[in-house]
């Protein structure tokens, strides 16, 4: 297993510029990168600080607007230095896939990833910059 690090936490919005806004002004996190996904639905935000490499949180605008009051953690990913042999060791292993992201998706930007459940259902991602 090659995992690095947390790489990010995934947090879902209903309002992506006000969430960046809150986060940017009130928080004092920079935006990173900003990326419209592969699926045509979900926008994202990096958010990080002082331009270093560190753990970074994702803004998701677009899977679900019924947020319970308290917010929603949507997952967190790991750093990975292969994540196609990352992904067929989950596969040997027998872990369950999150249901839609079974196989590698790329975002525009390069960045590769696929989901796991964890044993309470959590959403982990394996994440190759």
Same mark, same amino acid.
């Given at each position: 297993?090659?995992?690095?690090? $947390?790489?990010?936490?995934?947090?879902?919005? !209903?309002? =992506?510029?006000?969430? $960046?806004?809150?986060?940017?002004?009130?928080?004092?996190?920079? /935006?990173?990168?900003?990326?419209?996904?592969?699926? *045509? /639905?979900?926008? =994202?935000?990096?958010?990080?600080? *002082?331009?270093?490499?560190?753990?970074?949180? %994702? =803004?998701?605008?677009?899977?679900?607007?019924?947020?319970?009051?308290?917010? !929603?953690?949507?997952?967190?990913?790991?750093?990975?230095?292969?994540?196609?042999? %990352?992904?067929?060791?989950? !596969?040997?292993?027998?872990?369950?896939? /999150?249901? *839609?992201?079974? %196989?590698?998706?790329?975002?525009?930007?390069?960045?590769?990833?696929?989901?796991?459940? *964890?044993?309470? !259902? %959590?959403?982990?991602?394996?994440?190759?910059?």
């Amino acid at each position: 297993m090659a995992t690095k690090r $947390i790489d990010h936490v995934g947090v879902m919005v !209903k309002d =992506l510029e006000t969430t $960046i806004r809150f986060y940017t002004e009130i928080v004092g996190l920079e /935006v990173k990168s900003r990326v419209a996904h592969t699926n *045509g /639905v979900l926008q =994202l935000a990096f958010l990080g600080a *002082g331009g270093s490499d560190e753990t970074e949180i %994702e =803004l998701i605008q677009g899977y679900n607007d019924q947020l319970p009051a308290e917010g !929603k953690v949507h997952h967190f990913a790991v750093t990975v230095d292969d994540v196609e042999a %990352e992904h067929e060791r989950i !596969k040997s292993l027998n872990i369950p896939f /999150v249901p *839609g992201f079974e %196989e590698i998706t790329a975002l525009p930007n390069g960045h590769r990833y696929f989901f796991i459940h *964890g044993p309470d !259902k %959590e959403w982990i991602e394996f994440f190759q910059r």
